[in-house]
């Protein structure tokens, strides 16, 4: 059994696929081809936003997004405390410092009330210039942004909407990755959508940002690669890549979406009674970049991991400690913040398989296993 399945997404899509990897092989045409052009558009086009930058992977649309905007030394930027590392980091690369904020138990994603908190705090002690806010997209859910945009606008903040884990899903009737200033994605290929390798992409309405960014993105060029206006980085999505997602997007939109969302909705269903199923609130929707249950407690959440793994099925722990308790970030100040939910909910977490290739026999048998080991049929 697979975690994510892409093999079967393999399989199902080989003709397309072949044939699409087939075509830049024989055009040998590997860095900055049609394709690329050409999804950029189909990207646009799926969001309905002005601009799309494709580059070498999310990591690096994080750095791009804040060096649009000038963040360096001396600017905080605000950041979930549990999600993945490098939302975080590109913060630390550029040279400003993030501040945790807390998350919802319900969703995984930012905690508004906790983000306020964390801006005041850094706006009265006057250290720091408060500059932007990182709103992670988490497990395939949008963050509430009629809260999370209302707090930034209050404080005259740019909001970053890291949407790679959201990618497909919406809010209100919204897509994510519109809702930010500027909005990045990753294209690793276990996320919603991914390639096979590594890309990113960069949204954004705003056309003087999006230049910097398509000049940055390619060692800061001015009129021609050899005419170098800017101190710029080397990241370019890969043509065959771009390929890749072409067909991945089709099937994405015609199917993928739909099936996710069928084997979310039975695992809701079917283990809501014995442990805690993530939720979705009303007017949203999930791409289920991971299907994440929360246990009672860390024992039992290792008791049914173990048992998952002994008959057969893999699991995953997304993620098991908080930003803040990362090595590297010993040395932040939590502004007062204690950062009880992701405390909590990193000893409870566990992802199970999910994916639109995901077979109803094998979910059944992830469930009768969950089932059996928290006691829920006893």
């Avoid at 919406?170 to 959508?193: E, Q, V």
């Avoid at 949204?203 to 960014?213: M, P």
Wanted: hydrophobic share 40%; proline share 4%; charged share 25%.
């Amino acid at each position: 059994m697979q975690f994510r399945d892409l093999k079967s997404q393999y399989r199902a899509l080989k003709p397309q696929m072949d044939a699409a990897i087939a075509a830049v092989l024989e055009s040998s045409d590997y860095i900055a081809g049609d394709q690329v052009d050409e999804l950029e558009q189909e990207l646009k086009e799926y969001l309905g936003v002005r601009n799309c930058i494709s580059c070498g992977n999310g990591t690096d649309a994080l750095v791009l997004a804040l060096k649009a905007w000038g963040v360096g030394a001396g600017d905080a930027v605000f950041v979930p405390d549990h999600t993945f590392f490098s939302s975080a980091e590109s913060v630390a690369f550029v040279g400003a410092t993030p501040v945790f904020a807390d998350v919802s138990e319900d969703t995984f994603t930012v905690d508004a009330d906790s983000l306020e908190r964390v801006i005041q705090a850094v706006a009265a002690e006057g250290k720091l210039t408060p500059k932007a806010v990182v709103a992670v997209d988490l497990f395939g859910l949008p963050a509430d942004y009629d809260r999370v945009l209302a707090v930034a606008e209050r404080y005259g903040l740019y909001v970053l909407e890291d949407c790679a884990q959201g990618f497909g899903g919406t809010y209100h009737g919204r897509k994510a990755g519109t809702f930010g200033h500027i909005s990045t994605t990753s294209f690793f290929p276990a996320k919603p959508l991914g390639c096979y390798g590594d890309g990113g992409a960069v949204f954004t309405d705003n056309d003087e940002w999006a230049a910097l960014i398509r000049s940055m993105r390619v060692h800061g060029k001015g009129s021609s690669k050899y005419d170098n206006v800017r101190i710029g980085m080397n990241s370019r999505l890969d043509t065959i890549q771009a390929a890749v997602l072409q067909v991945k997007l089709r099937a994405f939109q015609d199917y993928e979406l739909a099936k996710v969302n069928e084997a979310a909705a039975r695992y809701t269903e079917a283990l809501a009674d014995c442990v805690k199923v993530p939720e979705v609130p009303e007017g949203c929707t999930s791409s289920w970049a991971s299907y994440n249950i929360l246990l009672k407690d860390e024992a039992q959440r290792d008791a049914v991991r173990e048992h998952l793994q002994e008959n057969g099925v893999p699991t995953m722990v997304y993620y098991p400690k908080g930003l803040h308790q990362q090595k590297v970030f010993a040395d932040c100040c939590l502004y007062g913040e204690t950062l009880p939910v992701t405390t909590d909910i990193c000893k409870r977490t566990l992802a199970i398989p999910v994916s639109p290739y995901l077979s109803e026999e094998d979910q059944r048998k992830i469930i009768r296993l969950i089932r059996e080991k928290t006691g829920a049929d006893a």
